[in-house]
């Protein structure tokens, strides 16, 4: 995955002015992916800060697979308890049936339990789950985007904020957070081996 744009400054809401990001319009060339995992105060992701300065044609936006998964879990813990085995295979069929981007298979896992739950915790529980995935359905075709071959989790997007993180560590350093934000920038370009088409799309602009 390009490690480009993988940082969001303390405060999201300035991210559209982020001159880092504003560059991306330039190099964005392939469909790049945005794994959302987070959400802000207000319900805002910090994938959604990144997507307003995107080509919006040329960026998919990916939900975190174990920050889905993890919902998938806490609905299971709340209907079928911690250490329930059923509830576990429950939890694998829903869990498979999104890896393989087959979502009627999915959806029937959930209203079908959700069809024999009686316990208003539960049955809420179940509520969310179901509306939570269905408000984010094309987020989360993981099949399809494993088949475009795009990164489905996160991770990699965190060990590169810790190798691009590290270009400003070395001994002696100090930097001002404009001088930071442009070495990170210049910094993504290089281990994203999108410096020429930079420079190439720059020159003819």
Same mark, same amino acid.
Not at 40 to 62: A, N, W
Not at 151 to 159: D, M, Q
């Given at each position: 995955?390009?490690?480009?744009?993988?940082?969001?400054?303390?405060?999201?809401?300035?991210?559209?002015?982020?001159?880092?990001?504003?560059? =991306?319009?330039?190099?964005?060339?392939?469909?790049?992916?945005?794994?959302?995992?987070? =959400?802000?105060?207000?319900?805002?992701?910090?994938? /959604?800060?990144?997507?307003?300065?995107?080509?919006?044609? #040329?960026?998919?936006?990916?939900?975190?697979?174990?920050? %889905?998964?993890?919902?998938?879990?806490?609905?299971?813990?709340?209907?079928?308890?911690?250490?329930?085995?059923?509830?576990?295979?429950?939890?694998? !069929?829903?869990?498979?049936?999104?890896?393989?981007?087959?979502?009627?298979?999915?959806?029937? !896992?959930?209203?079908?339990?959700?069809?024999?739950?009686?316990?208003?915790? +539960?049955?809420? @529980?179940?509520?969310?789950?179901?509306?939570?995935?269905? %408000?984010?359905?094309? #987020?989360?075709?993981?099949? @399809?985007? +494993?088949?475009?071959? =795009?990164?489905?989790? @996160?991770?990699?997007?965190?060990?590169?904020?810790?190798?691009?993180?590290?270009?400003?560590?070395?001994?002696? /350093?100090?930097?001002?957070?404009?001088?930071?934000? %442009?070495? /990170?920038?210049?910094?993504?370009?290089?281990? @994203?081996? =999108?410096?020429?088409?930079?420079?190439?799309?720059?020159?003819?602009?």
């Amino acid at each position: 995955m390009r490690r480009l744009g993988s940082r969001i400054e303390e405060q999201p809401e300035r991210a559209a002015e982020l001159r880092p990001l504003q560059a =991306l319009r330039v190099v964005v060339e392939r469909p790049l992916p945005i794994i959302v995992k987070q =959400l802000l105060p207000g319900g805002r992701h910090h994938g /959604m800060q990144l997507v307003r300065v995107l080509p919006r044609q #040329k960026t998919t936006v990916i939900l975190d697979f174990y920050h %889905a998964a993890e919902h998938v879990h806490q609905a299971r813990r709340v209907v079928f308890g911690e250490e329930n085995e059923p509830g576990k295979a429950w939890a694998g !069929q829903v869990i498979d049936a999104l890896l393989k981007d087959d979502w009627d298979r999915m959806w029937q !896992q959930l209203a079908s339990q959700r069809s024999r739950v009686r316990g208003p915790a +539960k049955r809420r @529980s179940l509520d969310h789950l179901m509306q939570y995935l269905a %408000a984010r359905r094309e #987020k989360v075709r993981y099949g @399809s985007f +494993k088949e475009a071959g =795009l990164k489905i989790g @996160s991770g990699p997007t965190e060990s590169g904020c810790k190798s691009e993180a590290r270009r400003l560590k070395g001994i002696g /350093m100090r930097w001002t957070a404009r001088n930071a934000e %442009a070495v /990170m920038a210049l910094e993504g370009l290089h281990q @994203s081996h =999108l410096w020429p088409t930079y420079w190439r799309r720059s020159l003819a602009a």
